[in-house]
T-cell receptor, first 116, second 115 residues
Framework: GNSVTQMEGPVTLSEEAFLTINCTYT??????LFWYVQYPGEGLQLLLK?????DKGSNKGFEATYRKETTSFHLEKGSVQVSDSAVYFC???????????????FGRGTQLTVWP | DTGVSQNPRHKITKRGQNVTFRCDPI?????LYWYRQTLGQGPEFLTY????????KSRLLSDRFSAERPKGSFSTLEIQRTEQGDSAMYLC?????????????FGPGTRLTVL
């Protein structure tokens, strides 16, 4: 079946530190992969996405590369800011013959806190 | 593009009461999804619609839950005879099927508290 395993938090970093949040997946088809972010008191926002192997998604200094050989989609940022403090969710949407199948499968989320 | 909206944002009810939530998707999106999120967990899929057709329902969606999208635009999620275990954030998302990634955009959620 489809599932996402995400690095457990919480993660606490100092400003300007390097961030990695690990995400691995299992899928029956050819999934698209996503990172969503949830800031305090707000809804889920799409951070970045990748639709096929070796694609790199990027946004706001965050990057993640779709690695089919390791079934991973780790989130990285070279220099975090206090404003990056949030909960980050890795997710996949499975596909069949190029068409998405509907539901998203989410990891449990990783709480990131960045101190000044 | 005004985004996905949900109403109410918060709902407190007593056990055994019925509640109904509404979701208005992004106007051009033909798919609409409902998820449930409990504290410390990722969202869990409940059901989704393509236009007015309900295409998939999760096992989480017991017979006390019903969702509709009568005209293929807004959707309602009703919970009958609420239980304390129904307390959660109910999220709605929409997407445009046929786009390369069918990316889902989420609303702010409705937080349900069952006393």
């Amino acid at each position: 079946g489809n599932s996402v395993t995400q690095m457990e938090g919480p993660v606490t970093l100092s400003e300007e530190a390097f961030l990695t949040i690990n995400c691995t997946y299992t899928a029956t088809g050819y999934p698209s992969l996503f990172w969503y972010v949830q800031y305090p008191g707000e809804g889920l926002q799409l951070l970045l996405k990748a639709t096929k192997a070796d694609d790199k998604g990027s946004n706001k200094g965050f990057e993640a590369t779709y690695r089919k050989e390791t079934t991973s989609f780790h989130l990285e940022k070279g220099s975090v800011q206090v404003s990056d403090s949030a909960v980050y969710f890795c997710a996949l949407s499975d596909k069949n013959r190029g068409s998405t199948l509907g539901r998203l499968y989410f990891g449990r989320g990783t709480q990131l806190t960045v101190w000044p | 593009d005004t985004g996905v909206s949900q109403n109410p944002r918060h709902k407190i009810t007593k056990r055994g009461q019925n509640v109904t939530f509404r979701c208005d998707p992004i106007s051009e999106h033909n798919r609409l999804y409902w998820y449930r999120q409990t504290l410390g967990q990722g969202p869990e899929f409940l059901t989704y619609f393509q236009n007015e057709a309900q295409l998939e329902k999760s096992r989480l969606l017991s017979d006390r839950f019903s969702a509709e999208r009568p005209k293929g635009s807004f959707s309602t999620l009703e919970i009958q005879r609420t239980e304390q275990g129904d307390s959660a954030m109910y999220l709605c998302a929409s997407s445009q099927q046929g786009a390369s990634t069918d990316t889902q955009y989420f609303g702010p959620g409705t937080r349900l508290t069952v006393l």
